[in-house]
């Protein structure tokens, strides 16, 4: 193993031990969100995350991720990076910067639905050497091991390869991210994203509520 997978391994290894001693307040913050109330405010993300295979075209083609059963901590973290420009994407920007905090935290909640998804196992193939790193955090069967680390089971390939090539290129700011896609070679980035597309459960479209 390269120095540099042993160095991202190792701060993988730590940032998960900082994860579970933060699985507490992740617990308190989702058990004070109200998941009825984010669904109710839910409603502008359907018109692209309600929608099966759509697609953004700009700047880069390739489908909008499935966030039915993401991790309900991680959603908060991602929607404030947009809000922060540490994600680059205008339209989300806009979405995220429209939302008050408990709002963010009560529509991650509707999302993230009641019960997260649980490993059914073991994994679906076997997982590419480039994907080492990933299962320290994304688990072997891509079911994020804490709720601060996103699900990636059953997510669109061309969504995780996307945002695998937004760390490589920095316009997504992680640390652990940017170093890691920095050593990633395209082939790598594309098998380490059909890999955990593979995986079951899987993540899901959700279906916008109907009128009563």
């Known amino acids: 193993m ?20 933060g699985i507490t307040q992740a617990d308190e913050a989702a058990s004070a969100a109200d998941p009825v109330h984010g669904g109710k405010i839910a409603y502008t993300c359907f018109g692209c995350h309600g ?18 059963g993401q991790r309900a901590a991680y959603m908060v973290a991602a929607l404030a990076e947009y809000r922060a420009g540490a994600r680059a994407h205008a339209t989300m920007k806009a979405q995220a910067s429209s939302l008050s905090t408990s709002d963010v935290r009560d529509i991650a909640a509707y999302f993230a639905t009641a019960k997260p998804l649980a490993s059914a196992g073991a994994p679906i193939g ?5 994907a080492q790193v990933c299962t320290s955090c994304h688990g072997q069967t891509g079911i994020g091991l804490t709720e601060d680390y996103p699900t990636l089971a ?25 170093s890691f896609a920095a050593t990633l070679k395209d082939d790598e980035i594309r098998a380490i994203a059909h890999y955990f597309a593979a995986q079951q459960p899987s993540l899901w479209v959700p279906q916008a509520p109907r009128a009563p």
């Open 51 to 68: 929608i099966t295979n759509y697609r953004t075209s700009y700047p880069v083609n390739y489908r909008v991720p499935k966030i039915g």
């Open 126 to 130: 076997v997982a590419p050497a480039s």
């Open 2 to 21: 390269s120095s540099i997978k042993q160095l991202l391994l190792g701060m993988a290894a730590a940032l998960l031990f900082l994860g579970s001693v």
């Open 154 to 178: 059953g997510q669109h390939p061309d969504y995780i390869e996307q945002a695998l090539k937004a760390y490589r290129k920095g316009s997504r700011q992680n640390a652990i991210m940017n």
